[in-house]
């Protein structure tokens, strides 16, 4: 049995929200995430007859997302060795310059220029985790690897995203709760 | 004391741990391990704003030049037959036949697809593509009852209660008015939304995309929020198939109910 290929493409058309927050997350930017994205339709869209009737088309989409982020990352170190140009991945977002004003937009500059230097691992098991909601469970299954490993993953880039924060408090503005430091 | 794992305690925060370990992560935090309770704190803020950080904008939608590549609308020769007595339509115009094109052929396909129909299967009650039948209690709902009220619906096979409720209702690219309406289970979980669109010639209702939710795979994760919203997703996709506008008023929508969407 097969489905009708633009039965699958609608059902893509569904997925591209999901689709686009994780390739973002990814990339590390807005941009790159909607460059990866689009090159990962398209490389899905001319393989479209190799996906499994029965299986989970998100998480098909979601292989190929990472296998094309993947090939990306590699020629842009190509490129990089090639040229000698400056280490991109030391320059934050764009994001994070225009939104300086307030505390809550400096948090998440943190946070994004943090999640772009996590390692491509740990920052895959953040993104299914926390912006697409799958459980532990669910991530394991999907990359393969035991739930143990999905598990340290995830903590340890999540405390370096802590860290990240934390590091940047004494310049930066308040927060009360660690300017206080530890409750007893 | 007795101690936990960080990881533990990340679970803890996820909402991914059994009962049992979540009891004694509790006993713990009771007990004032101040430790704990700030490595608890701090998964939970991370999690937020990385979920803040990466939020979608309500400024950015899907680019619809992506839409168009995944639809492969671009290639489609002939999309006339829709709209088609203007001569040379905009770019945009061009797509939206095209889409509608696309749309009917699945809509005379009938029986046999249900469009974005899951992989799994579609249970009885479930929301249909297709025109829909007058005298069914879903074209009460979408020709009566105004955006955010919810009808309860008995399911005479099943004997299980469902419910109805119309998210917004829009024009879409066509100018034709169209209502999300969402298909929620007894205790209210969405399971499925559509995207139904009025037929100005033939008054009728018919529905041009069905979208299932996602739910939380594993039920025993008490308290835990999936952070994808799913919900969302499934709307914002079938808003971005039918190229709908900016949802109607409350009394644009009581103007249109009362006219019987003339």
Request: proline letters at 5%; a negative charge; charged letters at 30%.
């Amino acid at each position: 049995m097969t489905i009708p290929d633009h039965d699958l493409r609608l059902q893509i058309v569904t997925l591209l929200p999901r689709l686009r927050r994780l390739a973002r997350a990814l990339a590390g930017t807005s941009a790159d995430g909607d460059d990866l994205l689009q090159t990962a339709c398209e490389k899905a869209l001319s393989r479209l007859h190799q996906f499994e009737v029965g299986t989970r088309l998100d998480r098909w989409m979601f292989q190929i997302l990472k296998t094309t982020h993947i090939d990306r990352t590699r020629q842009a170190q190509r490129r990089k060795h090639a040229d000698f140009t400056p280490d991109l991945v030391d320059v934050l977002p764009f994001d994070a310059r225009i939104h300086e004003q307030t505390e809550a937009r400096e948090d998440l500059a943190v946070i994004r220029a943090a999640v772009s230097h996590l390692p491509e691992e740990q920052r895959e098991v953040l993104a299914l985790v926390v912006l697409d909601g799958l459980s532990y469970r669910d991530v394991a299954d999907m990359l393969d690897i035991p739930q143990g490993t999905v598990m340290s993953r995830l903590a340890r880039a999540r405390r370096k995203l802590a860290h990240a924060l934390n590091a940047r408090q004494p310049t930066g503005s308040i927060d009360k709760d660690t300017l206080h430091g530890p409750r007893h | 004391m007795a101690r936990v794992t960080d990881e533990m305690l990340m679970a803890y925060a996820d909402g991914e741990l059994s009962k049992q370990d979540a009891e004694l992560v509790e006993r713990l935090l009771r007990e004032g391990d101040v430790e704990s309770r700030e490595a608890v704190d701090e998964f939970r803020k991370t999690a937020a704003l990385v979920r803040a950080a990466f939020a979608d904008d309500t400024n950015d939608p899907i680019s619809e030049t992506l839409v168009e590549t995944v639809l492969a609308t671009k290639a489609t020769p002939k999309p006339a037959a829709v709209a088609g007595s203007r001569s040379r339509p905009a770019r945009r115009e061009r797509y939206a036949m095209a889409m509608a094109a696309c749309l009917a052929a699945v809509v005379v396909v009938g029986g046999l697809a249900t469009i974005l129909r899951p992989l799994e299967t579609v249970t009885a009650d479930s929301l249909q593509l297709g025109p829909v039948d007058a005298d069914s209690r879903l074209a009460h709902v979408l020709a009566k009852v105004p955006a955010s009220t919810l009808v309860e619906i008995d399911d005479d096979n099943a004997g299980a209660a469902a419910h109805l409720m119309v998210v917004s209702t829009f024009y879409d690219r066509y100018d034709r008015i169209c209502r999300e309406v969402e298909l929620m289970d007894a205790a209210l979980a969405p399971q499925q939304v559509a995207v139904a669109c009025h037929t100005p010639d033939s008054s009728a209702w018919s529905v041009e995309g069905v979208a299932r939710i996602a739910t939380a795979s594993d039920p025993s994760s008490s308290g835990y929020a999936p952070a994808g919203a799913p919900e969302q997703d499934a709307l914002k996709s079938l808003q971005i198939m039918v190229g709908a506008k900016e949802p109607l008023s409350a009394d644009e929508e009581r103007r249109l109910i009362d006219a019987g969407w003339k």
